[in-house]
């Protein structure tokens, strides 16, 4: 049995977004791009406990963006993935999430996948959909909002913890599955420096688009950003000067209280 | 080889990891250790697990044996988190280097081993409480013995004593001799004849632990001595040359901290109406920190490459710890007047930075030995 996880590289959290000159999108001069840390993260680290545990030999990652998305996969490949593939845009090329799970079917078709793995949703445009479209594309099935991932019952299957608004669900699902993770069970390994020097000599492949593009049998559909603007600067924060906790405590009471009239 | 200033991927990785670990591990302690003067063994070990620790011990003894500009990359990113713990992460590199440059191949199999197998701590003695500038007159006594020695004498400020399990010690042979008595041994903590004073309380760095080691007879094996007698003054100076450039590193961290610091409060904090930043008068005082955080961290790169291409660097690396740990003096000293009044209480990051740095002129080679042995090197030029 082997696993794909597929990871996207989001510009880091504390990142200074701008508008890009098209108007359309973020601008990527400049930003620090990481893998689409905690989600992705815990999405390699459940992929790689469960190769841990004996449940699977081969752990992969593969990731559609630009070539500087080449750290976040290598970031996977410090923290225990087997090899990766980087399905190479070039300038300008933007997908939504459907053409996205498209062109990563696309990809993740000609190789074994008895697992697909996916973080919840991207740190960046948080749409959260790439992981059921991927399920579509691939014809199999997806499970989303999973918290856990275990091996038991009958071979060819898979255990599954699920969080909905009603209550947590224990699912027996058969393989080839697209699973979206919600939260991994333990927290994300940090890759140590002799994990990182030793990624440099694992397999990653550079596959430019075009190559996956006439794979497809016909173009991803997809929808194109118009317009894109940062929020409005936050106003209205009000700063109250005390010299004790009390007095804090008294204005901060008074003010909820009297103007804003929460209490 | 073209000069080129882009790192490669893997030291943006490496760097990335060391950013995170400072972040995530260090950060959060920095200001308590600070006050307490408490060692976090916790962060040391974890920096070990992760293999921040003995990065110039090389592969074939376990270690990761990175190139010094690495090295460097690696010392800034965890610097700017506190500089009390770097240098105590450092000082393995420091002890164990003498083992990496003077041990015979056995005695690095056996020395430099169990720091890679399992998080241990090793101590680099050379300064003595009558004088650290003049190493060559140093007073530790060896005295040989059948096939051992027995040393005595004392060993101060020596970082991470307390904790350490091992002590590279340079003692002479012979008083007489001055720089050719000169012999470097490795000291098992645990060897009769070794004892500890009590740790020092210091003005900054105060993560990191500084102690007096006392040596009264101990008795150490022949199969421990570091290259022939007379060679440890060479050794310990060989030593230094490697990481000095470091020690520049870990100037431009604490600097780099000091900057970020001033420089958001500057937009943040208005006077007469605008942001402090916009008074002329601060935005020099940036505009100068700038040029002096940007020359200190190329002069480390210049070292560490010179140091990596097998080139002769004792100019250069002098010059860079120099320059660095002076720019990273008065870069904080201008953080301090840009937070004014609050740059002066502890509850600000500032002030801590100011004491850490001070440190960086004074250890490694004190910054006036450095400009004598920067202006002899550049002298041999013209003789
Ligand atoms: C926190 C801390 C940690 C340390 N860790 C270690 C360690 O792990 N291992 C270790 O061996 N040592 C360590 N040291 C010692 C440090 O390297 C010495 O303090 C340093 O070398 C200076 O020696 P000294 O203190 O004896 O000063 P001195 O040599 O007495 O010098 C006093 C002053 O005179 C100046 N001076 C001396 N000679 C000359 C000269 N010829 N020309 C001009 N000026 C001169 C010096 O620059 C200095 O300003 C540490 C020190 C500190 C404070």
């Known amino acids: ?193 002799p994990n990182i020097l030793k990624a440099r000599r694992k397999p990653l492949v550079h596959q430019p688009l075009s190559e996956v593009l006439a794979r497809l049998p016909a173009p991803p559909v997809r929808s194109l950003p118009v317009r894109f603007d940062l929020p409005a600067p936050r106003t209205g924060a009000r700063l109250v000067e005390y010299q004790n906790p009390s007095e804090a405590a008294e204005k901060l009471v008074r003010l909820l209280r009297e103007e804003a009239k929460v209490l | ?174 008083p007489e001799k001055k720089h050719a008595g000169i012999t470097a041994f490795v000291v098992p903590r645990e060897t009769p004849g070794v004892s500890l004073g009590r740790e020092e309380d210091k003005l900054g760095q105060r993560a990191s632990s500084t102690a007096t080691v006392t040596l009264e007879r101990a008795r150490v094996p022949l199969q421990n001595r570091l290259g022939g007698e007379g060679e440890g003054f060479k050794l310990a100076m060989a030593t230094l040359d490697s990481t000095r450039t470091p020690i520049g590193a870990l100037a431009v961290g604490i600097a780099r901290a000091a900057l970020e610091h001033a420089s958001r409060y500057a937009l943040q904090r208005s006077s007469f109406g605008v942001p402090i930043a916009q008074h002329q008068a601060i935005a020099t005082k940036l505009g100068t920190m700038v040029q002096e955080l940007e020359a200190s961290r190329l002069l480390t790169w210049l070292s560490a490459w010179m140091v990596d291409q097998g080139k002769r660097a004792t100019l250069e690396s002098s010059v860079a710890k120099c320059y660095a740990s002076d720019s990273a003096m008065h870069i904080c000293d201008e953080a301090i007047q840009i937070f004014g009044g609050y740059g002066y209480m502890r509850d600000y990051p500032v002030e801590k930075l100011l004491r850490d740095a001070k440190l960086c002129q004074i250890y490694e080679g004190a910054n006036e030995i450095q400009r004598l042995v920067i202006a002899r090197e550049y002298l041999r030029r013209f003789s």
Request: with cysteine.
């Open chain 1, 1 to 193: 049995m082997e696993a794909v996880v597929c990871i996207k590289p989001v510009p880091e959290a504390d990142s200074r977004l701008r508008v890009a000159p098209s108007g359309a999108t973020y601008d990527p001069e400049g930003l620090r791009y990481t893998l689409n840390s905690t989600y992705d993260e815990a999405a390699v680290e459940e992929a790689l406990r469960l190769r841990e545990a004996g449940a699977i030999e081969k752990v992969h990652v593969v990731s559609l963006g630009p070539a500087r998305a080449e750290e976040g996969v290598r970031y996977a490949l410090a923290m225990g993935a087997d090899d990766g593939l980087l399905l190479e845009t070039g300038p300008g090329d933007a997908f939504d999430p459907g053409a996205t799970a498209n062109l990563l079917a696309g990809a993740i078709q000609t190789g074994p996948h008895d697992l697909v793995l996916v973080g919840r949703r991207a740190g960046d445009d948080e749409t959260g959909m790439v992981g059921s479209a991927l399920g579509e594309h691939l014809g199999i099935p997806s499970f989303a909002f999973v918290t856990g991932i275990s091996v038991e019952g009958p071979s060819g299957s898979l255990r599954l913890r699920r969080f909905t608004e009603a209550g947590e669900e224990v699912l027996s699902v058969s393989l080839p599955v697209v699973v979206s993770l919600l939260k991994g069970a333990q927290d994300p390994r940090t890759p140590t420096l």
């Open chain 2, 1 to 174: 080889m073209p000069i080129s200033f882009d790192l490669t991927p893997e030291q943006r990785e490496l760097q990335g990891l060391a950013s995170k670990f400072a972040r995530e591990e260090m950060t959060p302690r920095a200001a308590e250790c600070d006050r307490t003067g408490r060692f976090p063994e916790e962060v040391y070990r974890r920096a070990w697990e992760l293999g921040l620790m003995n990065l110039n011990v090389p592969a074939e003894y376990g270690g990761s044996g990175l190139p010094l500009l690495d090295q460097c990359l690696i010392t800034e990113e965890l610097a700017s988190a506190c500089g009390g713990m770097t240098t105590s992460i450092l000082a393995n590199c420091l002890a164990l280097q003498p083992i990496n440059l003077g041990g015979s191949p056995e005695q690095r199999e056996r020395f430099l081993k169990p720091f890679c197998s399992e998080y241990r701590l090793a101590s680099f003695a050379l300064t003595e409480p009558g004088g650290g500038s003049d190493a060559g007159a140093l007073k530790t006594r060896a005295i040989r013995e059948g096939d051992s020695y027995l040393l005595t004498g004392q060993k101060c400020f020596i970082t991470n004593a307390p904790q350490a399990s091992l002590y590279t010690v340079f003692a002479t042979v012979d």
